[in-house]
């Protein structure tokens, strides 16, 4: 295949793989795809030996960076990243702590015993920033941003050290301002998709962005993407190529949590829920009892960002380790329904293409006629 | 083109338009695809006189009619249709029908002065199969039912009056159960359409319906399909037509009224919002102060179907004729954001063709280098 996202990277499909876990963003470069390597969870350190690791398996291939950096220096003013958490700490309402731990005491989830980790708080831009910093001193070919316009510096510094720079968006408004601060290329993501997610779907706002975004920008399609059919969907509504996330989280590479990886697996497309019970904003996850008790009369109403991730946090961890994991719920878009099986990350390049392929002449057959 | 539905009725184009106006249908027909005349509203002598002209002036093409029939004879035992309502009526508390007067007085809309006018339920199972009955007696090709499997007995008078079948199915469940009792087109539809709708996206949703219900049932894709980007997404999805709806509101031949047309012009794609306050189940309407009334701290929350119809069909009446326009409301999908230019129906159908065909030429350059 051949598309201007294709030619620019030297990557011989158009697929674009978000992972938080290396060996699938290894996998997918290696494929032909191009991984992007979500960094929101890693320490500069961490993230250090991320890439090294990356470095020594991806073969050569081209791969990326997704980071979440806000475009304004948000709480920039409330000192660095340290004092910032514990100032928002101090903000979280004693009736939101007791709700939480009261759900986790009704499904089995052990108390804390370790004390509040530390969290980082990846968004901001006291954290981003060095994580950016880091991912360019490596040979990255793409750094991602997932909230909005990059910072403008962010941009340049980028492109001075040759890396391209793509921005998520989820309306037509918030596209044209990325490409105003230099972004190269757009992910459209329909609100099929999971994790944080508007509310357009990908069947409308596709061709919005395209249109809105002019000739000179790639525009990526992201939300429902993960089989064939949708990838030629996707291209079809006017795309240079795809972007996947959720499928990843079953392939055989992931480090997905088992119990987790299960609920997966068993999910039907239905099964998804845009909550505001992991950060505080609207975001795609797997409807458990845990995103229904956000919606239940006893709830206290979830906290803005990013005070709601600090104040679950802790039990999300525990409610992985112990308990009935009933409650355990992960970020997933509706393509959950059609992730069934396990299969290599490098199977699930092949089956996309053959798939795509299958769907376009049969396109081409509908015409000949 | 050719698609096992273009064969199968002999039509120009996959292209299936539903309207609820009569020469929207007829354009569409005479242009090459198929209206389906949307019954609901109708009289079984209304739906009469529609039809005959709809015979008169559709040149000898083939149309279809779309009633909304549930498969249980609910309400059967409530006796007829009058009296159902009678004691339907009787159910609605004050406190609804205070908040919907309050709400119309806020936006100047005068009283009620002509008394409640008689409701036609015609989504019962009593009122719907008269329509059917007149139905049958035009040379209609299609007979579709937009609320789950129609009665079994019901699509064997279809067949043998040679009338094909279509079921609306908005998850991959229904669609199977629509199938089991004959049904021969399955009308899969993403959440992004306008009017009733569910919550899986086209784009997930068209691909598992086409692979549940097996290779002999063809599928129209039906949601966010406006343009013939979206068209051709649809089809590579593995629909054999498309199935649209919100786009023939503003066309110069339909009878939206006026300050429901103007608003649908200028409304983007984020405009929308699925709401239970039409009719008491989740569907897709222009998000105007009435659907966020119905979400705000006041609202006494939405009554169950059909009440929530009986409850509001005549404030729907009034705040059309009098009032601020405020209120004015419409059942139209995420597609919205596209419907920006009054055309005539046959130009639509034209560029869809256009444009879908500029797709496949583009899908098919990707691949051939």
Redesign the interface.
């Known amino acids: 295949?051949?598309?201007r996202v294709t030619e620019l990277f030297g990557i011989e499909y158009p697929i674009f793989a978000f992972s938080h876990c290396r060996d699938v963003v290894a996998a997918v470069s290696r494929a032909g795809g191009m991984g992007v390597l979500g960094a929101l969870h890693f320490t500069p350190e961490e993230l250090e030996l991320e890439l090294k690791w990356i470095d020594e398996h991806v073969g050569g291939r081209p791969y990326g960076v997704d980071v979440v950096m806000p475009a304004q220096y948000e709480g920039a003013d409330l000192g660095d990243a340290e004092e910032l958490v514990a100032r928002l700490q101090g903000m979280i309402p004693d009736r939101h702590r007791q709700f939480v731990e009261n759900l986790l005491a009704e499904h089995g989830v052990e108390p804390s015993t370790e004390g509040a980790d530390k969290i980082l708080l990846g968004w901001t831009d006291a954290t981003a920033r060095p994580q950016v910093e880091v991912a360019l001193r490596h040979p990255i070919a793409l750094l991602a941003n997932a909230l909005g316009p990059p910072p403008a510096d962010v941009v340049e510094e980028a492109h001075r050290h040759g890396v391209k720079v793509a921005g998520l968006a989820s309306?037509?408004r918030h596209a044209r301002k990325q490409v105003a601060v230099g972004v190269d290329i757009i992910v459209a993501q329909?609100?099929?998709a999971g994790g944080h997610t508007?509310?357009?779907?990908?069947?409308?706002?596709?061709?919005?962005v395209v249109d809105a975004v002019g000739k000179d920008t790639m525009v990526l399609a992201a939300?429902?993407?993960g089989?064939g059919?949708?990838m030629?969907?996707?291209?079809?509504?006017?795309a240079d190529g795809v972007w996947t996330g959720s499928i990843w989280l079953t392939v055989d590479e992931a480090d997905t949590p088992e119990v987790a990886r299960g609920k997966l697996l068993d999910a039907t497309?239905?099964d998804t829920v845009r909550s505001r019970s992991w950060t505080g904003k609207p975001a795609r996850l797997l409807r458990t009892p845990w995103t229904e008790a956000w919606e239940s009369e006893e709830s206290p109403g979830t906290l803005p960002m990013p005070m709601q991730f600090m104040l679950i946090a802790d039990a999300l961890r525990r409610m992985h380790r112990s308990g009935d994991g009933e409650l355990v719920t992960f970020p997933v878009?509706?393509?959950v329904?059609?992730m069934n099986q396990v299969k290599p990350a490098a199977q699930v390049v092949y089956d996309l293409i053959e798939e795509y392929?299958d769907?376009?002449e049969?396109?081409?057959k509908?015409?000949?006629?």
Chains 1, 2 share one sequence.
């Open positions: 295949m051949r598309t309306n037509a329909g609100t099929e508007g509310d357009v779907s990908t069947m409308v706002l596709i061709p919005e939300g429902g993407i089989r059919r949708q030629a969907a996707g291209m079809a509504l006017g497309s239905r878009g509706q393509i329904g059609s392929v769907a376009v049969r396109l081409n509908l015409t000949e006629a």
